[in-house]
């Protein structure tokens, strides 16, 4: 009998101990909490980014803002594999600095059984396809109810390959950004920054709505925009704790700090608006709220809970001032504050991610020698993606005008985008 159990152990124990040897690399657990955060970082756009700028718009306009960040989805997942992920993530030769190679076009040599780190590395390419995909979706706000559909998805495919891509392998892909020790766990400067400069860029160029700023154009449906809060603010947690790509301690922390940057930049908007206005707005809290979460973002992983409050009272502070008194300064109509929030939050949290890092502050620890020499780091990759996303946009601006037009003509604009470019309505009246 001895013997018989015996070999029916050994026989169902075999598999397992050649599944162990031939995959060791792999860690089970970091592999499901990275399944998980890739699920969450797509959650963010879809529904989460559609549902929060699709309240913002006008009823007229809600199904262009949810098709444009629909239609994201779908193009960036395919330029992603097709080119996106070799050049962000591949050795670039004598480009390096800059941007990636040609080894992984079309994924080439991604099997089942491909890994990176702890974890397979199609996993790997699913999650960073996710922030491919909300960083376009991000820029949609800012040309909200007056780009057309074709000039849209022309500048996006230009900025997605000469922005999004070259920022992302500086950063992440060991090009210049790692050359220079700069601390950007999840995307301050490239998802945030570079898009909310493109933001600008393209707000500024396009022109204003018509009757802004002289006639109110409200928000037609809060509570979409604070549903959408709320699924960007759960999704978040994938964001920036999966960008640690292992379920650790690192990836603990970072959730932590996320949330309370988050809460304080809610609040801290709110106590503005208050005092202000005297009377807190729920639109208000929740753009707190994105604030938090944008500025934390690249401190995520290395800032302590001290650091999360100081980035989460300071992006609210200051995503406040340009959301509001900067911009009616300057006159530029950013419909749905993609660059207040999102240029502004990411600017904040990368520059402060060089103090907040410091152990004194209770951080994990900075790159440099000083905190002055990592902060200086840090400004200098903020200014380099200003730079180099703000001079793309306007390439990729005047290419998709001179290719479509960019701007919808006034009787689209003032009838909608859904019926005139998509031929629907989001309500029937």
Request: hydrophobic letters at 50%.
């Amino acid at each position: 009998m001895n013997k018989k159990l015996f070999w029916l152990a050994l026989l169902f124990l075999y598999p397992l101990g050649v599944y162990a040897e031939d995959g060791a690399s792999i860690n089970s657990g970091d592999t499901a909490w990275m399944l998980t955060s890739t699920l969450l970082v797509l959650f963010m756009t879809l529904p989460g980014l559609a549902l929060f700028y699709g309240g913002l718009v006008r009823s007229k306009n809600i199904l262009s803002v949810l098709g444009q960040c629909l239609v994201m989805a779908g193009i960036m997942s395919i330029l992603w594999v097709l080119y996106g992920y070799s050049l962000a993530f591949t050795d670039g030769g004598g480009l390096q600095r800059f941007i990636g190679g040609f080894d992984q076009i079309g994924l080439k040599g991604l099997t089942g059984d491909s890994v990176s780190g702890s974890i397979p590395e199609s996993v790997f390419v699913t999650f960073q396809m996710t922030f491919a995909i909300i960083t376009p979706a991000l820029i949609v706000g800012a040309f909200a109810e007056r780009m057309k559909f074709s000039a849209m998805i022309i500048f996006m495919i230009i900025w997605f390959t000469l922005s999004y891509l070259p920022i992302c392998h500086m950063a992440w892909g060991g090009g210049l950004f790692a050359e220079w020790g700069v601390l950007d766990f999840a995307g301050g400067t490239v998802v945030h920054i570079n898009a909310g400069v493109a933001a600008l860029v393209l707000c500024i160029l396009i022109g204003k709505r018509i009757g802004y700023p002289n006639t109110p154009i409200k928000p037609h449906n809060l509570p979409l925009t604070v549903i959408g809060t709320s699924i960007l603010w759960v999704g978040w947690f994938g964001f920036n704790a999966g960008s640690q790509l292992a379920a650790d301690g690192v990836a603990g922390m970072a959730m932590l700090v996320t949330q309370v940057s988050t809460a304080m930049a809610a609040v801290t908007w709110m106590v503005i608006e208050w005092i202000k206005h005297g009377k807190p707005s729920v639109l208000g809290i929740a753009t707190g709220a994105v604030a938090g979460l944008v500025a934390i973002t690249p401190a995520s992983g290395t800032a302590g809970v001290l650091g999360a409050i100081i980035i989460g009272f300071s992006s609210g502070a200051l995503c406040y001032y340009f959301a509001t008194s900067i911009k009616r300064m300057f006159g530029y109509d950013d419909s749905l504050d993609v660059f207040g929030v999102h240029g502004i939050g990411g600017i904040v949290g990368a520059i402060l991610t060089g103090l907040c890092a410091a152990p004194f502050l209770g951080g994990a620890g900075i790159e440099h020698e000083s905190v002055g020499a990592q902060v200086w780091a840090q400004t200098l990759s903020v200014i380099l993606t200003i730079v180099w996303s703000g001079i793309v946009a306007v390439i990729g601006y005047f290419i998709a005008d001179k290719l479509f037009g960019a701007r919808v003509s006034e009787d689209v604009e003032e009838s909608g985008l859904d019926l005139s470019l998509h031929d629907e309505q989001g309500y029937e009246i």
